[in-house]
């Protein structure tokens, strides 16, 4: 095989004929995406969550998704222990630490 300017290589073995250019190949009916729709207007009233049982928040935002507990001094936030739970709230996650009276 020769690759130097102005040279073509050889081809090797038999072209077959698949149509012009011009041919239109035959419209294939596809069926229509559905999307489906997450609800993204939650509203969270905060002021309902600070100092709310674990059972009252799940109430209004769902089980959490994760949960971690934490010892005495391990977090600033919760100093004397606690959990710390997430929430899925649509697309938004939500984190909530309660103190060791959970």
Same mark, same amino acid.
């Given at each position: 095989?020769?690759?130097?300017?102005?040279?073509?290589?050889?081809?090797?073995?038999?072209?077959?004929?698949?149509?012009?250019?011009?041919?239109?190949?035959?419209?294939?009916?596809?069926?229509?995406?559905? &999307?489906?729709?997450?609800?993204?207007?939650?509203?969270? $009233?905060?002021?309902?969550?600070?100092? =709310?049982?674990?059972? @009252? #928040?799940?109430?209004?935002?769902?089980?959490?998704?994760? &949960?971690?507990?934490?010892?005495?001094?391990?977090?600033? $936030?919760?100093?004397?222990?606690?959990? =710390?739970?997430?929430? @899925? #709230?649509?697309?938004?996650?939500?984190?909530?630490?309660?103190?060791?009276?959970?």
């Amino acid at each position: 095989m020769n690759l130097f300017p102005g040279s073509y290589p050889t081809p090797k073995g038999t072209v077959q004929f698949l149509g012009s250019i011009t041919d239109t190949p035959e419209p294939t009916q596809v069926p229509p995406t559905v &999307t489906p729709i997450v609800a993204t207007d939650v509203i969270v $009233e905060t002021a309902k969550i600070i100092d =709310a049982p674990v059972q @009252q #928040v799940e109430k209004m935002l769902g089980n959490s998704i994760e &949960t971690f507990s934490w010892g005495i001094g391990e977090v600033e $936030e919760i100093p004397d222990g606690g959990e =710390a739970r997430t929430y @899925q #709230v649509g697309k938004y996650k939500v984190w909530v630490n309660y103190d060791k009276e959970v």
